[in-house]
C-alpha cells in the first residue's frame, strides 16, 4: 500500500507568521503571490519523498524571496572586470559610463523634471532641449535628436523616403548591423523600396546618378562599414560626389556611421574613424551614430542633420515608441558635456582606455605580478598584448598593449571560476594559460585582479 505525501501547510497559516515580520506596508496580495510560490515549491518537495519543512522556515523562504526581488545582485548583471581586451565588449554591455553621466541620469531619475516644458512659458517645449544644444554644438549640425539606439535611428531615418519611396543603398554597403538585423530589413519595415546600385566591392558616383535620375529614389543611404573591411579590389564613391549627384536630383543623403567618433582615432594609431561633423560638411543631410560605442556614453541613437529632416523625424509617429527616458537624455547631454569641456580623454572611460600609453600599461603588469606571484611567483609573467576596439568598431584595428599571463593545471576551470564567483573576472585563455589585458582593467581595479590571480596560483 502506498504512502500519501504530506500536505504543506496553508497559504494563510504561513501570512499569519509573515504579518507579524514584515512591515505593514507590504502589499497583502503581493504577499500571498510570494507565498503561494514557496508553497508549491513545498508541495513538489513533499512528492519527492523529502521530510516537510517547519512553517517558521516556509516564512523564511518567503521572506527571503521577497529580499531577492531587491537585491541588484540578482536584479541586475553583476558588475564584472572585463580582463579580455576587448574595449567595447557588446556582451558586457559595451561602454561603461562617464562618472559624471552617472550622476546626471541618477539625478534625473530623482525627482520630477522640464523634460517637455517650457519653465519661461509654462508651456510644453522642446523634450529636453539641453541633449539636442550638445548635439548641436559637437557634430556641427543644425538640429539634433536623440533614439533608443541607432538602428531606431536609422529607422526614422529610411523614414524619410515615405510609404513606398525608394532608397538607393551601395551593395557594398548592405550590412548585418548586428542582432541578425539586416539593412534591407530595415527598408522594409521602414515601408521604402530598396534600389541597389554598384557590386558588393566596387562602387562610383555615377551608380547612384543612374539610379536617381527618374526622381523614383528620396533617399540616398549610407552605411559606414564599421564592423568588417574589404581589402583588395575595391572602391566606394566619394560622399561630397554622391551628395552633389543627389541633391541636384532632388534626393537627402543620410550617413549611418555606426560608431561615431568625436575625437580623431588616428591620433591613438589607429586608422581614421569618420566624424560626424566631417560627413556633415562634405554634404550628408542626416548623419547617424551610437551613443554607446566610440561616443563612450548610454546606448542610444543619435541623429545630427538639417532642421526640417530632423523635425519630420520628430513627427514620425515611430518616433515615440523609441524615445529615450529622461535618465538617457541626461546621460547623453553630460558625456556630450565631457567633450565640449575638452574633458574627454580624462573621464571617458573608453577613451581612457585607448588613450592610456603602453608603457604605463606594462608598468601596472610588472606591478601586478609582483603582487600575485609574491610567494614563488614564477608562473606569472608579463606579457605584451594586442587590444581590439571591439563593438562593431575600427576592425581589424588592434592597440598595442600588456598585462599578465598566469599558467595553471586547468586553465578553462579556472577560467570559469574566475567569471562565476565574486569579484567576477573576465581573462582570455590562450596557450594553456590564462591572460590579463590591463587596457580594460580599470586601474583601482588592479589590486583585486591581483588577489584574485593569488588565489588561483595557491589552489592549483
Known amino acids: 500500500m502506498s504512502s500519501v505525501a504530506p500536505h504543506p501547510p496553508s497559504v494563510e497559516r504561513i501570512l499569519a507568521i509573515l504579518r507579524a515580520d514584515l512591515h505593514p506596508s507590504t502589499d497583502a496580495a503581493a504577499l500571498a503571490v510570494v507565498v503561494r510560490e514557496v508553497i508549491a515549491e513545498e508541495r513538489e518537495r513533499l512528492r519527492s519523498g523529502a521530510p516537510p519543512l517547519a512553517e517558521r522556515d516556509l516564512a523564511d523562504a518567503a521572506i527571503a524571496r521577497i529580499d531577492d526581488l531587491l537585491d541588484p545582485e540578482l536584479v541586475l548583471p553583476p558588475r564584472v572586470i572585463n580582463a579580455t581586451g576587448v574595449i567595447l565588449h557588446t556582451n558586457l554591455g559595451r561602454a561603461p559610463w562617464p562618472a559624471a553621466a552617472i550622476r546626471a541620469a541618477a539625478a534625473a531619475a530623482t525627482g520630477y523634471g522640464y523634460l517637455e516644458l517650457d519653465p519661461e512659458t509654462g508651456r510644453r517645449g522642446a523634450r ?31 523614414g524619410l ?67 568588417f573591411s574589404m581589402h583588395g579590389f575595391t572602391e566606394s564613391a566619394d560622399l561630397a560626389e554622391v551628395a552633389a549627384i543627389a541633391h541636384r536630383h532632388g534626393a537627402i543623403v543620410v550617413d549611418d556611421l555606426g560608431s561615431g567618433a568625436l575625437l580623431d582615432t588616428a591620433a591613438f594609431g589607429l586608422v581614421h574613424e569618420p566624424m560626424p561633423r566631417e560627413r556633415l560638411a562634405s554634404g550628408a543631410d542626416i548623419v547617424l551614430f551610437s551613443g554607446d560605442k566610440l561616443v563612450g556614453g548610454p546606448q542610444a541613437g543619435i541623429v545630427a542633420g538639417r532642421t526640417d529632416l530632423v523635425d519630420r523625424m520628430r513627427r514620425d509617429p515611430l518616433a515615440r515608441a523609441v524615445r529615450p527616458d529622461k535618465a538617457i537624455l541626461a546621460g547623453v547631454a553630460t558625456t556630450l558635456g565631457l567633450y565640449r569641456a575638452g574633458r574627454a580623454l580624462t573621464e571617458i572611460p573608453v577613451w581612457q582606455q585607448i588613450a592610456e600609453p603602453v608603457g604605463a600599461l606594462r608598468a601596472r603588469a610588472e606591478s601586478m605580478a609582483a603582487s600575485a606571484g609574491s610567494e614563488g611567483g614564477a608562473s606569472v609573467r608579463v606579457v605584451d598584448l594586442e587590444s581590439p576596439i571591439g563593438g562593431g ?60 590571480i593569488h588565489g588561483l596560483r595557491g589552489g592549483a
Open 393 to 452: 568598431s575600427l576592425p581589424g584595428q588592434v592597440l598595442a598593449s600588456a598585462g599578465v599571463a598566469v599558467r595553471v593545471p586547468r586553465p578553462a576551470r579556472a577560467a570559469a571560476a574566475l567569471r562565476t564567483n565574486p569579484p567576477r573576472i573576465l581573462a582570455v585563455v590562450a596557450d594553456d594559460e590564462l591572460r590579463f589585458d590591463l587596457r580594460t582593467v580599470r586601474p583601482f581595479d588592479d589590486a583585486t585582479v591581483a588577489a584574485a
Open 161 to 227: 523616403a515615405g510609404r513606398r519611396g525608394a532608397v538607393v543603398v551601395s551593395r557594398g554597403e548592405l550590412v548585418e548591423i548586428g542582432g541578425g538585423v539586416r539593412i534591407p530589413d530595415v527598408v522594409a519595415r521602414a515601408g521604402a523600396r530598396l534600389i541597389e546600385v554598384g557590386t558588393t566591392n566596387r562602387t562610383r558616383g555615377a551608380d547612384f546618378a543612374e539610379a536617381l535620375a527618374d526622381g523614383r529614389a528620396r533617399v540616398v543611404l549610407r552605411v559606414h562599414p564599421s564592423n
Open 128 to 158: 529636453f532641449a539641453a541633449v539636442e544644444e550638445a548635439i548641436r554644438a559637437v557634430t556641427g549640425a543644425d538640429a539634433g535628436l536623440v533614439a533608443t539606439n541607432n538602428a531606431a535611428a536609422l529607422l526614422l531615418a529610411v
